[in-house]
């Protein structure tokens, strides 16, 4: 089972690349790494998914590390819309707690 | 964009009543799901759904909880005898492929159990 440790909560700065961490040590060999957020209340929004190699989209970039033990989800020029939670999970059925990131005017 | 749709967006309801939550999935994906997430807590998976049967569900979903799909386009979560902490947001979740690929979530249906 696909546990994922987070830190609880970040900020940054308007404008600067948030980093945000997730370890994963149990996930297995053929799942990959996901990462959704949500924003309030609402449901979650898919982010960006990988399973070895950096992973790019228009919204975010996927650094896994090679043991695959690890990530980092990045975003590159954090807005004030990207406050939210930032879940990471491996087989998609356990969320955790996730990363509460305030993006900071 | 294709969206998953949910009804209601919120209920109340009496303990002890039966609710029963809607959604539609977007309509060429066959995987489905079910979670809730309790007030400033996580969300946390209730059950999965493929092939008109459940194919994994945790242990929240207990004898009070079942879902089907009754038509081609409905999906949906029964609570049989509602409790006090059943209160919580339901989200529904589709995808298209089993392994691979990312989940699609409505809104939710919050549901408060009075």
């Known amino acids: 089972d696909a546990k994922t440790t987070q830190p609880p909560s970040m900020d940054c700065a308007e404008g600067r690349a948030a980093n945000l961490p997730c370890n994963h040590s149990?996930?297995?060999?053929?799942?990959?790494v996901y990462w959704y957020r949500q924003i309030h209340s609402q449901g979650p929004q898919y982010i960006i998914h990988?399973?070895?190699n950096n992973e790019t989209n228009e919204m975010a970039s996927l650094i896994i590390t090679e043991d695959r033990k690890s990530s980092t989800l990045i975003l590159p020029h954090a807005t004030l819309r990207d406050t939210a939670v930032y879940y990471c999970?491996?087989?998609?059925?356990?969320f955790g707690t996730g990363t509460s990131l305030t993006v900071i005017p | 964009e294709p969206e998953v749709t949910q009804t209601p967006s919120h209920q109340v309801t009496q303990m002890g009543q039966e609710v029963i939550l809607r959604c539609v999935p977007i309509?060429?994906?066959?995987?489905f799901y079910w979670y809730r997430q309790i007030l400033g807590q996580k969300v946390e998976f209730l059950v999965s759904?493929?092939?008109?049967?459940?194919?994994?569900k945790s242990e929240i979903f207990d004898d009070q909880f079942s879902v089907e799909r009754p038509d081609g386009s409905n999906f949906t979560l029964k609570i049989r005898s509602t409790k006090l902490e059943d209160s919580a947001m339901y989200f529904c979740?589709?995808?298209?492929?089993?392994?691979?690929?990312?989940?699609?979530f409505g809104e939710g249906s919050r549901l408060t159990v009075l």
């Open positions: 979740a589709s995808k298209q492929a089993p392994n691979t690929g990312e989940l699609f």
């Open positions: 759904f493929y092939n008109n049967e459940i194919s994994e």
């Open positions: 999970t491996g087989n998609q059925f356990y």
């Open positions: 990988g399973l070895k």
């Open positions: 309509s060429n994906h066959l995987y």
């Open positions: 149990t996930i297995s060999g053929n799942e990959y």
